[in-house]
């Protein structure tokens, strides 16, 4: 029998997005490639922001995208905990423009860090329109020499899938780098397109301005969410032989 992974997917579910029709697609792809099952539960903002302690209950957790999501509150305390936990983590489009709303508040301490769309006339607007909205189209990705991204894909540069019109302000680059997230690809400009942590920090923390769950809509795996998919499987695992270890004791 295949080993059964759980994945939370965080975000108000519409069944009309796009993204959130090839997400489940993507894992099942994937997962098939891992030789694992895999059960999706889409988790709710507004729950989240009461209590976020059952998405611990999770293998991973995936920030989706159509924001702006009914309780901001509760996907920054679902980004908070994976970051912090060590939980796999994907964040993508809007989970990804998140990322950066919850990195600046918690750990680079800037704690009216805020989003253009959700909140136009915050003090610090974190994240702004981009100069030209990527709704729909593709574009090139270039990734850091070595980074782990690249290694994911076994390349130094791609073309992904966009439906997104907010991004890192560029006002804040220097001092979002400055906290230890690494941002690994741009785009031909040097706009911010991929964020990680360092494997020292984090087994598996992603974000990307673009949506690699798109493929599946095409027939295609994606090497990201393989990649994601695979370390899911090892923190289930890792899990699984820790409850042993205890229940022998």
């Given amino acids: 029998m295949s080993q059964k992974i759980r994945i939370g997917l965080v975000g108000d579910f519409r069944a009309e997005v796009k993204a ?28 989240l922001a009461q209590d976020v302690t059952y998405a611990r209950e999770f293998d991973g957790l995936w920030l989706t995208p159509a924001s ?6 509760g996907a920054l305390n679902v980004i908070t905990l994976a970051r912090e936990s060590g939980i796999p983590f994907l964040g993508t489009c809007g989970g990804c423009q998140h990322v950066l709303i919850e990195y600046a508040r918690n750990v680079l301490h800037i704690e009216e860090a805020d989003h253009a769309e959700s909140n136009p006339d915050a003090s610090v607007l974190f994240v ?6 990527l709704r729909d189209v593709k574009g090139p990705i270039f990734f850091e020499l070595g980074s782990r ?21 560029p006002e804040y680059k220097s001092a979002l780098t400055s906290g230890g997230l690494l941002v690994t690809g741009w785009d031909t400009e040097g706009d911010m397109r991929v964020l990680e942590l360092p494997v020292s920090r984090h087994p598996f923390f992603f974000a990307t301005l673009y949506q690699p769950e798109r493929s599946a809509l ?5 090497p990201l969410t393989a990649a994601y998919v695979h370390a899911a499987l090892a923190a289930h695992n890792k899990a699984g032989e820790f409850a042993t270890s205890i229940s022998r004791t």
């Fill in 149 to 169: 991204i690249s290694r994911i894909y076994g390349t130094n540069e791609t073309v992904e899938e966009y439906n997104c019109g907010f991004g890192l302000n």
């Fill in 128 to 133: 702004t329109p981009l100069v030209c909205s």
């Fill in 218 to 222: 095409e027939g295609r795996k994606h």
């Fill in 20 to 47: 959130h029709k090839a997400i489940p697609l993507a894992l099942a792809m994937a997962a098939e490639d891992a030789g694992c099952d895999v059960a999706c539960e889409w988790l709710s903002t507004p729950s």
């Fill in 68 to 73: 702006p999501y009914d309780s901001m509150a």
